[in-house]
């Protein structure tokens, strides 16, 4: 029996990944690590939490000597690890506690790692889930290949850059065998609604206004949440060792184009008149920093691991809106509490 350790996997894409593997690997054990943070939610695995080859581990990656007993007790054979702070707005307000969790709770689970299996590194490995945005912006042209160099402008993605640099140096250093991807932006089901796309179809649902920063001439590469699911499964699986893998959807849209197609499909599911919901768009003081665009090259992953993305971004993003509009609880859930504070003083 394999014994997979996966942190993050309360979060968005954690749980889709948790959910996967549970379901595809009986013959895995799978071990879910998470801290609960506000964007951590045991609501998004409710389907699986009882399977036999699923155990809960609420533990701090920050936890040094946590992560090292933890390592020590279930003898992990192999790391996907997604925990992280992962909103590019409270980074900007928060940056240490990005520096806390994305780098130095990333090294803990290193150290542990690499105290676990140092002896013998064959059958092992460390898989860093990374993003697109350790790569800086691109101009109007060009796409981020797995040789771009990394040059991080927000303190996010400055986070994720020394994260992956770090697990590199393991790797050159002490032999760990590691691989890591850089992926574009999610959008899917469970997304926690200080994301674009979910907050939008939460504010669309309440008529409320649509807060795009500057003159949403940014532009983004959206991946449905299950794509990128099966892309970690496959190169924890099949990649090489020591590589890298960008994953994306070749779909680029700028927000502001994206924004009104959420709101015309939103018309539609709502029973609206046409246009209605695009009255809601309000342009606001842009995001510091705010990189111009990230496009993906995920020409490797489609080549060598014979990867590609299942729906297309309409069919994703009405699967995406029929989920939100089913799960009105989650939702009300989630926006309680801090959230409004948190609203209140990122947008007003
Ligand atoms: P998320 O914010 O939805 O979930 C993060 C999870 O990590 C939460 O369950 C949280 O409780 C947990 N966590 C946070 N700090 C922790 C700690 N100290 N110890 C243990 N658990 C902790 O994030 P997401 O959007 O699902 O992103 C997951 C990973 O994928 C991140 O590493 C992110 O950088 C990366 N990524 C995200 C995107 C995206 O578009 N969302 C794109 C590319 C890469
Ligand atoms: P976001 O979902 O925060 O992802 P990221 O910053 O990691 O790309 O934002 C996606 C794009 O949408 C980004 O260009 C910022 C923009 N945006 C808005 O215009 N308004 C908002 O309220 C949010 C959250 C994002």
Not at 31 to 37: E, G, W
Not at 113 to 121: I, L, P, T, Y
Not at 317 to 330: G, N, S
Not at 338 to 346: A, F, G, I, S
Request: charged share 25%; with cysteine.
């Amino acid at each position: 029996m394999k014994r997979v350790l996966i942190t993050g996997g309360a979060g968005f894409i954690g749980s889709h990944v948790v959910r996967l593997f549970v379901n595809k690997y009986p013959g895995y054990h799978i071990y879910n690590l998470d801290t609960l943070t506000y964007a951590g939610n045991l609501e998004n695995l409710k389907d699986i939490e009882q399977k036999k080859n699923y155990s809960f581990l609420k533990a701090d990656i920050n936890d040094v000597e946590e992560m090292d007993k933890l390592f020590q007790t279930h003898q992990f054979d192999g790391v996907i690890h997604l925990a992280a702070e992962s909103h590019v707005d409270r980074s900007i307000t928060d940056p240490l506690a990005f520096v806390k969790t994305n780098v130095l709770g990333t090294l803990s689970l290193l150290e542990a790692a690499k105290k676990q299996w140092q002896s013998d590194f064959s059958g092992k490995r460390f898989y860093h889930i990374s993003t697109d945005e350790v790569y800086g912006t691109l101009g109007e042209t060009g796409l981020f290949t797995e040789a771009t160099n990394y040059d991080p402008n927000s303190p996010y993605s400055a986070s994720k850059a020394s994260s992956d640099h770090f697990v590199r140096a393991y790797g050159e250093t002490y032999g760990l065998p590691y691989v890591i991807s850089n992926c574009s932006n999610n959008y899917g089901p469970n997304q926690f609604p200080e994301k674009l796309i979910p907050l939008f179809i939460n504010n669309i649902t309440h008529k409320q206004a649509l807060p795009v920063y500057g003159d949403g001439n940014y532009t983004r590469d959206w991946l449905y949440v299950i794509d990128h699911a099966v892309a970690i499964d496959l190169i924890f699986q099949q990649g090489k060792n020591r590589e890298t893998y960008n994953i994306g959807g070749f779909n680029e849209w700028k927000n502001i184009d994206l924004v009104k197609l959420l709101c015309q499909k939103m018309d539609e599911k709502l029973g609206r008149a046409a246009g209605e919901s695009e009255q809601l768009i309000t342009f606001v003081k842009d995001r510091p920093g705010h990189d111009l665009r990230y496009a993906i090259d995920a020409s490797k992953i489609y080549r060598e691991l014979g990867w590609k993305p299942s729906v297309t971004f309409e069919e994703g993003l009405v699967k995406t809106i029929d989920w939100y509009l089913e799960h009105e609880t989650w939702l009300k859930n989630v926006t309680s509490g801090d959230y409004q504070k948190y609203y209140q003083k990122q947008y007003k």
